[in-house]
């Protein structure tokens, strides 16, 4: 039996990792766009589109937070207002928790290196030529998808739990 209090606290450990892993590529990203937006401002709002594909990554692991809570809160409010028997999970529903989260971190972070190398790629390659905005904008969506694939396991495994 897994206690609630623990599992409360990896979850939040894993949201904070995902964020790490967003903000990565964002860090990136940010220094490519100032440097091309000195240049060109009109390429702005073209820009701003690279950079909120990094910072969807965090909202993923927001969102796969956000499941865990409203699935572990009720244990962990029992837990507080009777600390001496805390409400324990059973091994299987812990193993699903700690893999969802953990199949989050990994796929954010796949997506959040190949995003720290694409998107001042895209970025510089947008300031030279502004036509290849969409075949760039498919590019990166691939590496995004990374992310998206672990989300949508972490929802699958969620459901069981």
Known sequence: MVNSLLL???AIAGTMLTIIGAGIPLAKGIQAAAAAVAEKQRLNMFILIYLALAEALAIY????AFIM???ISPAINDAI????????????QAFIFLGA???MIISNLGAAIT????EPAAIGSLTANSEVFTPNLIY???GEA????????????LNLA
């Open 8 to 10: 409360g606290i990896i």
């Open 61 to 64: 692991g927001l969102l796969i």
């Open 115 to 118: 995003l720290t190398k694409g």
């Open 81 to 92: 207002a009777d600390v001496a028997n805390p409400v324990l999970f059973t091994e299987t």
């Open 69 to 71: 809570y409203t699935k």
């Open 146 to 157: 990374l992310a998206i694939y672990g989300l949508l396991i972490a929802f699958i495994l």
């Open 101 to 103: 989260m953990a199949i």
């Open 140 to 142: 990166l969506g691939l």
